[in-house]
């Protein structure tokens, strides 16, 4: 069976591991869209965040990985995307209840306080994870303001 594009992209806090999650998924049979960054030169999160929001928003059943230092102002710019269900998670069990009752669509890692394994984990545990629906499904659709 063919495995999805994934979009992923990070800061310069976020490219090691980036690059790691990029080997450990592409090993895995999954083929990943890169919009950077590509080094640890400092640069503006929001320039790799809106992408990767943008492609998961404009493709149904999309997930995507973001990361950055804290994890929250590459959040925080996704979620500006309707279609955006992102959600910073730092432990497996975050991020299987993201997917199960949020269907969160992006998973964003705060990459300086993850160790690869830990990522490796998280990363595994959202894309095998699927949205449970039911009662979460009314509050999900009440998500977005438009």
Not at 46 to 66: C, K
Not at 79 to 102: D, T
């Amino acid at each position: 069976m063919s495995k999805q594009m994934i979009p992923i992209g990070c800061d310069h806090a976020g490219f090691q591991l980036k690059q790691v999650i990029i080997d450990h998924l592409t090993a895995k049979g999954y083929e990943l869209k890169d919009f950077g960054c590509y080094s640890e030169e400092s640069i503006d999160y929001p320039d790799f965040a809106h992408p990767v929001a943008s492609m998961v928003e404009e493709n149904e059943g999309m997930l995507g990985i973001l990361l950055c230092g804290s994890g929250n102002g590459i959040n925080m710019t996704a979620n500006k995307h309707q279609g955006v269900r992102s959600a910073l998670c730092w432990k497996k069990e975050i991020a299987e209840l993201a997917r199960q009752h949020n269907d969160a669509n992006i998973l964003t890692l705060p990459a300086r306080f993850l160790e690869q394994a830990e990522a490796l984990e998280i990363v595994d545990i959202f894309f095998a994870t699927a949205f449970e629906g039911g009662r979460h499904a009314n509050r999900v659709a009440k998500i977005s303001c438009s």
